[in-house]
């Protein structure tokens, strides 16, 4: 392991970002940032601040503490640096070596990493794509502890390299950790990285846990894992409930929407449906409100605003829709052809969906019609990683490089 400090003058140059985009899908883990202001009008075409090469991987970049993070693989190594937000340059740098082979179905994706760093308390964790979780301190860089949970597991991550996204919670930092068919959604200590729970009850999935508060006064954490939809308590790791669900090949990776006590989970051909959870007396369900078969989300998360989730379906080449969230009911959707995926976010009254061809998508939140307003190229590379919007821009993660993009 090498760690490179580079010290910076003056960083701000641009206006500072703050805890902007501090996790997986924004601080808040659903695709809402506030921080990031749409412009009265969109410009014809977006001024890039800086680009610098940073390696390849769809993790996406993350905002906090007036810095940029960003983990991905150069060679046999996955790297981890702080950047400065005004001209990209690197603060501190760790490197550590991740030897890993590609199934042959994902080869196209690369071998990068693809879950997102987590901010939290003045740490950063990433998890890599063989499975290797890393707390550093997030000011100098100091790696502060480091599991590769090769002891643990026949397979340290599932058929096609780890993708879920580490969350904070309760001074832990949960992971779901091991390979396919056998694992553990795991929480440990965020500084010292000694495991506090372990629940074991099915292998990783592909999708990020959510939180889940107020029903029957707990706090739970919500995920897809493998084979199910889950609920653990965040205090212990106790199963509440689960529903069983799969697609094909094992491929869950939609992270659930929570809202008040409804989750909302979707998958590959499977539509979308609605879960309502409660507890009497000690017993957990989640009962289905609703479901539909059409649209459904394979990678793409969808936001929710105003009782409506916006999307992206990814049948007829990937289309966007509108959904009534108390229903089900298709409000409008677009023809297909707009992308195999796309990670969306909100913004006011703005979605902003970048799709993996670069094209970054602006329309309204409109429960009435797909009103689209700009669209931009951003990168001359496939865009897999979710774009961090903050105050000074919106960051682009491409194959092998990340920009600010100021609008």
């Not at 790297?79 to 080869?107: C, F, H, S």
């Not at 390299?161 to 949960?174: Q, R």
Request: charged share 20%; aromatic share 10%; glycine share 10%.
């Amino acid at each position: 392991m090498r760690r490179i400090f580079i010290p910076v003058g003056c960083l701000l140059i641009v206006a500072p970002l703050t805890a902007d985009w501090s996790q997986w899908r924004g601080s808040a883990r659903d695709g809402v940032v506030d921080t990031f202001k749409p412009p009265a009008a969109w410009p014809d075409s977006p001024t890039q601040v800086w680009k610098r090469d940073v390696g390849i991987g769809h993790s996406s970049p993350i905002v906090a503490a007036g810095r940029v993070f960003q983990h991905a693989r150069v060679g046999e190594e996955e790297v981890v640096r702080a950047l400065d937000p005004a001209a990209g340059k690197v603060i501190w740098e760790q490197r550590y070596p991740a030897a890993y082979t590609m199934n042959p179905a994902a080869r196209r994706h690369g071998k990068g990493p693809k879950s997102t760093p987590l901010w939290s308390d003045g740490r950063l964790f990433t998890l890599g794509i063989s499975g290797v979780l890393s707390a550093f301190d997030g000011t100098t860089g100091t790696l502060l502890w480091r599991h590769d949970f090769a002891k643990e597991f026949p397979q340290t991550s599932p058929e096609y390299g780890v993708a879920m996204s580490p969350i904070a919670i309760g001074g832990a930092v949960v992971a779901h950790v091991g390979g396919q068919g056998n694992g553990a959604l795991s929480a440990f200590d965020a500084a010292t990285g000694k495991l506090k729970w372990s629940w074991r009850g099915d292998g990783p999935g592909y999708a990020s846990p959510t939180v889940m508060s107020g029903v029957g006064g707990i706090r739970q954490l919500v995920t897809q894992t493998e084979r199910h939809v889950i609920s653990v308590n965040a205090a212990d790791g106790k199963l509440l409930w689960q529903v069983p669900f799969t697609t094909a090949y094992n491929q869950n990776s939609v992270t659930p929407i929570v809202r008040g006590d409804i989750v909302f989970n979707s998958g590959l051909d499977r539509g979308i449906a609605a879960l309502r959870v409660s507890s009497i007396a000690g017993v957990w369900k989640a009962d289905q409100l609703w479901q539909v078969s059409d649209p459904s989300n394979y990678m793409s998360t969808p936001v929710l605003h105003d009782g409506v989730l916006y999307g992206l379906g990814h049948r007829d080449s990937g289309h966007f829709f509108a959904m009534d969230a108390a229903t089900g009911k298709v409000l409008w959707r677009t023809g297909g052809r707009q992308g195999d995926n796309a990670a969306l976010a909100r913004a006011g009254e703005t979605i902003l969906a970048l799709t993996t061809d670069a094209q970054l998508v602006i329309f309204s939140a409109s429960r009435d019609a797909f009103k689209e307003i700009r669209k931009y190229t951003v990168a001359s590379s496939p865009t897999w990683a979710h774009p961090a919007l903050a105050s000074a821009g919106i960051l682009i993660k491409d194959e092998n490089s990340l920009a600010l993009w100021r609008f």
